[in-house]
T-cell receptor, first 113, second 112 residues
Framework: GQQLNQSPQSMFIQEGEDVSMNCTSS?????WLWYKQDPGEGPVLLIA?????ELTSNGRLTAQFGITRKDSFLNISASIPSDVGIYFC?????????????FGQGTTLQVKP | DTAVSQTPKYLVTQMGNDKSIKCEQN?????MYWYKQDSKKFLKIMFS???????INETVPNRFSPKSPDKAHLNLHINSLELGDSAVYFC???????????FGPGTRLTVT
């Protein structure tokens, strides 16, 4: 089945540092979404990308839809302690009209004050 | 106002029991979903409904039966619970089948 490879699996950084994580797919996607999940909560949508090459920002977060449509990255600038959590990429196949999202394995981010 | 809500938040039950989880969205969306998150935090879709019609049944055992009484609700009933059903179950909704999905807070199911 379709899979998303998300990396890195975990990151431990110092407050103020920039963070970068990415997802790659073996097949073409027409939608990329980035979510953050805090402990005991549901995933919260951060950024949605619908066009190849699209670069979108949400505050200190920036995400890009790869030009090949097989990858996406998320950058967080000047990290703060509340950035701690699990970040998930999710993609929807170009051939899917079922609403099905495929999720990456998640990147666990820890920020040291 | 809570956009996507689920009840209960926690559910502890014994093997063989039948239980239900309720989900409601007040976003006016046409599409709703159930996802399962395992102990390794991997999220996998179980069902999707569009305008109360089942679109996806992602090889889920027929012990799991979703029911959508109207577009704002998608409930999940589970029969004959097994130990392997222990997980966090998330409801989600979207405007349609191609737009972004919004998740509820989750229901942590523990089967003993």
């Amino acid at each position: 089945g379709q899979q998303l490879n998300q990396s890195p699996q975990s990151m431990f950084i110092q407050e103020g540092e920039d963070v970068s994580m990415n997802c790659t797919s073996s097949s073409i996607f027409n939608t990329w979404l980035w979510y953050k999940q805090d402990p005991g909560e549901g995933p919260v949508l951060l950024i949605a990308l619908y066009k190849a090459g699209e670069l979108t920002s949400n505050g200190r977060l920036t995400a890009q839809f790869g030009i090949t449509r097989k990858d996406s990255f998320l950058n967080i600038s000047a990290s703060i302690p509340s950035d701690v959590g699990i970040y998930f990429c999710a993609g929807r196949s170009g051939s899917s009209n079922t609403g099905k999202l495929i999720f990456g394995q998640g990147t666990t981010l820890q920020v040291k004050p | 106002d809570t956009a996507v809500s689920q009840t209960p938040k926690y559910l502890v039950t014994q093997m063989g029991n039948d239980k239900s989880i309720k989900c409601e969205q007040n976003l006016g969306h046409d599409t709703m979903y159930w996802y399962k998150q395992d102990s390794k935090k991997f999220l996998k879709i179980m069902f999707s409904y569009n305008n109360k019609e089942l679109i996806i049944n992602e090889t889920v055992p027929n012990r799991f039966s979703p029911k959508s009484p109207d577009k704002a609700h998608l409930n999940l009933h589970i029969n004959s619970l097994e130990l392997g059903d222990s997980a966090v179950y998330f409801c989600a909704s979207s405007q349609d089948l191609i737009t972004e999905q919004y998740f509820g807070p989750g229901t942590r199911l523990t089967v003993t």
